[in-house]
């Protein structure tokens, strides 16, 4: 098994096909969760931030792009459902044994930043089309051992801030009043977004702990 951590410039995006239509249209754009994946492209729960005077409904005029369904919009941005045909989620999916991490977004200033795993092969035959399509800037592998790689980095650098906050902030404590709204304000997130983010972390935790079992005799 292979990790691979790819990032690329925001300026390395700017002239990707769809791509660049899609950051006239948006100064970020999160893929918290992949809904439902198909022979023809992958649903995505999203959260959109947009640029001054432009429409969530703009996205759906990009040939990869279809918005399905806007759930919630406050001031960090809208939550929505978002089909993607785009080259890079398709050639993910024709490929067996290679999963895309979410959450990753792309945005106007820190570019885009995507870990996948998977077997070695697949992640070679993907990364192969990768460089013909969007070429990263940067690519760091890193191989497993006993199926896990170091003590942490099964989280995103996200998931370990909102979780660390969550623990830090007594959210877990018994009887505690701390909500998901007050640790969202503090991180100047949308409080669907934080949510989203400590399931996931929360879900990792605890398979690792799992794992971590002594045998059951």
Known sequence: MRKVLLRWKFS????????????????????????????????????????????????????????????????????????????????????????????????????????????SDSISSFLSQLRMVMPPDSISVQMFKNGHSSEYDFLTKKQMEVLELAVNRGYYDEGTDITLRELADEMHIARSTIGEHLKRAESEVLKRAVEEFPPIR
């Open 12 to 119: 390395s995006l700017r002239g990707i096909k769809e791509i660049d239509s899609l950051m006239d249209i948006c100064d970020r754009i999160e893929v918290l969760g992949h809904l439902s994946l198909g022979p023809d492209g992958v649903t995505q729960l999203t959260e959109v931030k947009l640029k001054e005077g432009r429409e969530l409904a703009e996205i759906s005029d990009l040939s990869s792009f279809t918005v399905l369904e806007m759930h919630e919009e406050n001031d960090e941005g809208i939550l929505a459902s978002i089909h993607c045909t785009h080259s890079l989620a398709a050639a993910a999916i024709e490929l067996s044994n290679i999963y895309v991490y979410p959450p990753y977004a792309i945005d106007s200033v820190n570019g885009l930043e995507l870990r996948i795993y998977g077997l």
